[in-house]
């Protein structure tokens, strides 16, 4: 059974930081491309940061600069560091873990992240 739980969310005012966490179960983490996602209400979900097995990452171009996407093979886990966080920030952040050629994509519960002052 797949899990990916995500942690770390809550209330930051403009400016601040959180670090999210997610931590894989039932699949074999290293070969997975993780990305972080996240939706807004009244949104679709977009992508924000991916990171592949080999370590190559990807942002989208609102958070470059202030977010950092890293994994840690041997924990399983991926990180999202948010640092100078605006209050278009806020949404429910999800988790997802994806390889191609398993046909496989998994995501989190999502956590929510509130950026106000």
């Known amino acids: 059974q797949v899990q990916l739980v995500e942690s770390g969310g809550g209330l930051s005012q403009p400016g601040g930081s959180l670090r999210l966490s997610c931590a894989a179960s039932g699949i074999i983490f290293s070969t997975y491309r993780m990305s972080w996602y996240r939706q807004s209400p009244g949104k679709q979900r977009e992508s924000v940061a991916s990171i592949t097995s080999g370590g190559s990452t990807n942002y989208a171009d609102s958070v470059k600069g202030r977010f950092t996407i890293s994994r840690d093979n041997a924990k399983n886990t991926v990180y999202l560091q948010m640092n100078s966080l605006k209050p278009e920030d806020t949404a429910v952040y999800y988790c997802?873990?994806?390889?191609?050629?398993?046909?496989?994509?998994?995501w989190g519960q999502g956590t929510q992240v509130t950026v106000s002052s």
């Open positions: 997802n873990a994806y390889k191609l050629t398993l046909g496989s994509n998994y």
